[in-house]
């Protein structure tokens, strides 16, 4: 069952298969490749396929609120792909998104927490976008080497805020275990594993989506952000761009293994101690809101935990200008 836990972590993840190939798929899926080939393309499986994923990237692009400068920078684990906005002077805000993902998913909240901060919003290495990464990454140490190495390349020094979505709160948890004399304060947004286990209900609706065919991926989108696809033509005009993007990733994309998320344990939870904002929408899909709020209050009652109304994993898009502000209520001084 952990196994099967690790096929989606995000909206952008779209696999599926009969049930009669789950073998094949947790082969496919978890083992990472050989040997990472060096070529014109990769990570990508051909040069055609990496034409067709960036078109639609750089599609999305062009929705990216605010001015930008583009910086990619290198570490032990590849080239990593930062979008750098605020002011140069003020205090830096890491934004890590949920796995399937990329910078992008940060477009709601960037142009706002870019007021107060200086934001830098990751590709992160292993995931869909524009970094690319040497070698695949294999555990919660070496993701955490990686972000000390992207922290060191950008010369962020101490005191840097992180801010993680889904997958990338579950990475972002597991660098303030480690690292707690870097970071300043920390904000998880519904982060993956975590708090509580995934939900066997999500876990089998997204199993369900690995039939390779657009409206399965689409099916699994329109029920995990379901406010956001209620909420206008807007909202379900992105997740339409997102079902486009994330099934092609996966059709583009060499496969790859995917790090296993895990519950922070009780002891774990009561030695962070820097300050840490957790944020959940009251729909969440991949466990259940008011008991992941209530574990907290058990287990570590010095975590401002909070649940987000009319929202569920699309938290921080659906209800980006409440998230937007409880952010920065926690995060300014």
Request: proline share 7%; hydrophobic share 45%; net charge negative.
């Amino acid at each position: 069952m952990k196994a099967l836990k690790l096929v989606l972590l995000a909206a952008g993840l779209m696999l599926a298969l009969p049930v009669s190939v789950i073998a094949g798929l947790a082969v496919w899926v978890f083992a990472a490749p050989p040997a990472t080939e060096p070529s014109e393309y990769h990570p990508f499986r051909s040069l055609p396929a990496k034409t067709q994923f960036l078109a639609l990237y750089e599609t999305m692009e062009r929705d990216w609120p605010v001015e930008s400068e583009l910086r990619t920078v290198g570490t032990s684990h590849g080239r990593t792909f930062v979008r750098i906005t605020g002011p140069t002077e003020a205090p830096p805000l890491v934004l890590l998104h949920g796995a399937g993902g990329s910078s992008l998913h940060w477009g709601p909240n960037v142009e706002a927490l870019s007021q107060r901060f200086r934001t830098y919003a990751v590709d992160v290495i292993d995931d869909f976008g524009r970094s690319v990464y040497a070698r695949p990454i294999e555990s919660a140490d070496e993701y955490v080497r990686w972000l000390d190495e992207l922290f060191d390349a950008l010369e962020l020094g101490d005191q840097v805020n992180l801010m993680g979505l889904s997958y990338g709160g579950w990475i972002a948890s597991q660098y303030v275990l480690r690292h707690p004399e870097r970071v300043g304060k920390v904000v998880l947004l519904a982060p993956a594993e975590t708090v509580l286990p995934l939900d066997d209900a999500w876990i089998w609706r997204t199993l369900s989506t690995v039939l390779p065919h657009r409206y399965f991926t689409e099916r699994l989108l329109y029920w995990l952000m379901e406010d956001l696809a209620q909420a206008s033509d807007s909202g379900r005009e992105l997740l339409n761009q997102w079902t486009d993007l994330g099934f092609a990733a996966v059709a583009s994309y060499k496969p790859k293994g995917l790090v296993p998320p895990s519950v922070l344990t009780e002891e774990e939870w009561q030695s962070i101690t820097v300050p840490l904002l957790y944020l959940v929408g009251e729909n969440e899909k991949i466990y259940p809101a008011d008991r992941a709020v209530e574990r907290l209050a058990t287990v570590a009652p010095h975590v401002q935990a909070e649940i987000i109304p009319g929202a569920g994993h699309d938290l921080s898009v659906v209800q980006a200008e409440l998230v937007n502000r409880k952010v920065l209520e926690f995060l300014v001084p």
